[in-house]
């Protein structure tokens, strides 16, 4: 087992493509990290440059103390899975599986009695003596991780390994490469851009877009405290609403949240009001989880949005409703693109800087951007109880709780920094 150390790590494809944006993380020895993103945005490149299968442009890769950037892929202690594990298909499960033992001089006995004992942790013992053509794309993966692990890596890299299974074989599966990274303490380094492979399996999950990490946390702090709008809406089922809004401040320096023609105001203990008191007429993103709504019968109570339900789907132990409420909506997707921090690069320093320069990430200052806000008539996507006798084209008031909203600047950014 080892540490990892990402410093300042870039890659650029045929000398004009950033894949790989100044990137820095540390996974500690043990840990399982998850890199969860869209895709494109560079998790596969990252993984390949851990594994010495992609040469670095610029920055440095870490193994422990150990300077690992300029290693050749077998001095590095790490073994990978790939999306489609590729099973050598002259060997059964069992020469597969114990074939990188052999391959590094342990005799033949050794090396069996260990690939059975691993099969029976991976619930393939009863498919040793088969060819891999005969097994199911379940079994193959798991032929495919007892042949990486054999050889007990310092680090294991997975690349979206459940991606091409069924969804009951995904969960399974997703359960037994959790409990047997655990049991091993191997570092593991998971690249995914499905949320709920990363929210169930990682200690920490880092969340990338457009080659750069935008919030790195446990599961719980990126869903329930996420550094940006777009990390915001990366993660969770039904996805966040994102509602354009203008800062309005009282003579009194109340702070209330203007969604043009309805608003909602921040009690004054709030953190964000004391932040935000100085910056009235200033344009803000307000992210509101669907649960973050409750219905009202009163139309004079404080805090409240209302709207004319416009759909509804039945989910079993709620009832999600798109309620029309006249409010714009915000794209998680264009709003804050990645921004620059001061450049020091270890290895091709001019390549990347030219590029970053190219694409407006030379300044160190974000640049703000006018607010993408969709003119569409918002569809505010709301939690209602499954019992709830409401009908398509009521008129709804739902009080909303500002303790569970979160405000996000032009930018992206939450207007209340997050630090971890
Ligand atoms: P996916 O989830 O679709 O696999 P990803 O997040 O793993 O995507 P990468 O495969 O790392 O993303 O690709 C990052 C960017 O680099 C993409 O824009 C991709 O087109 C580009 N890229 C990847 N490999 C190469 C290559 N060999 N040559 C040129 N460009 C590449």
Redesign the pocket.
Known sequence: MTAIRLDAVS?V??GE?L??DDLSLEIADGEFMVLL????????????MIAGL?PVTSGTVWFGRTDGTNLAPRERGVAMVFQTGALYPNRTVQGNIMFPLQVAGEDDVRAGSTAVGLARVLSIESVLDRMPRTLSGGQRQRVAIGRALVRQPEVFLL??PLSNLDATMRTELRQEIGAMTRDLNVTTLY?T?DQVEALTLADRIAV?RD?RIEDVGTPTQVYNDPATAFVAGFLGTPRINLLAATVRVSAHHRVCLDFGGQAIGLDPTDRRSLILRHHDGVRVVVGARSNAFRLITTEDAPNQVAGTIHAFEFHGQQSIAFIQCGIEVVDPDRIGRPVATPVNYAGDRRLVARIRRRLGRASATPPLEPLVASHRRADLVVELPVDTELARGSRVHLAVDTSRIHIFDQTGHRVDRVTR
């Open positions: 890659k494809y045929d493509h894949a790989v993103g869209p895709s494109g945005c560079g998790k596969t490149t990252l993984l390949r992609e690349d979206e690249v851009h990338m080659g």
